[in-house]
T-cell receptor
Framework: DGGITQSPKYLFRKEGQNVTLSCEQNLNHDAMYWYRQDPGQGLRLIYYSQIVNDFQKGDIAEGYSVSREKKESFPLTVTSAQKNPTAFYLC????????????FGNGTRLTVT | GENVEQHPSTLSVQEGDSAVIKCTYSDSASNYFPWYKQELGKRPQLIIDIRSNVGEKKDQRIAVTLNKTAKHFSLHITETQPEDSAVYFCAASRGNEKLTFGTGTRLTIIP
């Protein structure tokens, strides 16, 4: 369905390589977010962006980088500096106002060996 | 920053019974409390939310209650059905700041 699209669904990389996860939304939302989901740890915020060309670190930003050159796109790069990169990554967007729900993508499962 | 604790981590209930999931938060200035449901293999989706100026909110079989004094809020699901089986996340935020999520509760409905 439309809304927010993450690709690919599964991604495999060798240790030491950077990898970029794609997130695109056609909801005209101002705010976009990247979360990491690990078993028993809930959703932890990596980075978020409330407007184009601006972004802020979340709670676990170390080893990750993002860009927000277009409103529709918020790619996440997992760098070789991230010590435990294997996880399920969720992208989300919202209109940005308090109380506006987060719309999530279907996620990308990254496995680094 | 905000810290949200969620209990229990797993919950099994008989179909037709009620389920209750509880969350506590640390920041007394938090004023928005949503609940998300994530079915197996799917994306999380908002099911209900409450703001700090309201003590309770209902939507059919689900309800959320908020106790600002004690800094806790709960999700109540009545007449549970198999499709209620999922992982549920609570969250909290204040102003226009980012949401902080709880660690999730895996709810299993036993037929």
């Amino acid at each position: 369905d439309g809304g927010i699209t993450q690709s690919p669904k599964y991604l495999f990389r060798k240790e030491g390589q950077n990898v970029t996860l794609s997130c695109e939304q056609n909801l005209n939302h101002d705010a976009m977010y990247w979360y990491r989901q690990d078993p028993g740890q809930g959703l932890r915020l990596i980075y978020y962006s409330q407007i184009v060309n601006d972004f802020q670190k979340g709670d676990i930003a170390e080893g990750y980088s993002v860009s927000r050159e277009k409103k529709e796109s918020f790619p996440l790069t997992v760098t070789s500096a991230q010590k435990n990169p294997t996880a399920f990554y969720l992208c989300a967007s919202s209109i940005g106002d308090i109380g506006s729900p987060l719309h999530f993508g279907n996620g990308t499962r990254l496995t680094v060996t | 920053g905000e810290n949200v604790e969620q209990h229990p981590s797993t919950l099994s209930v008989q179909e037709g019974d009620s389920a209750v999931i509880k969350c506590t938060y640390s920041d007394s200035a938090s004023n928005y409390f949503p609940w998300y449901k994530q079915e197996l293999g799917k994306r999380p989706q908002l099911i209900i939310d409450i703001r700090s100026n309201v003590g309770e909110k209902k939507d059919q079989r689900i309800a959320v209650t908020l106790n600002k004094t004690a800094k806790h809020f709960s999700l109540h699901i009545t007449e549970t059905q198999p499709e209620d089986s999922a992982v549920y996340f609570c969250a909290a935020s204040r102003g226009n700041e980012k949401l902080t999520f709880g660690t999730g509760t895996r709810l299993t409905i036993i037929p």
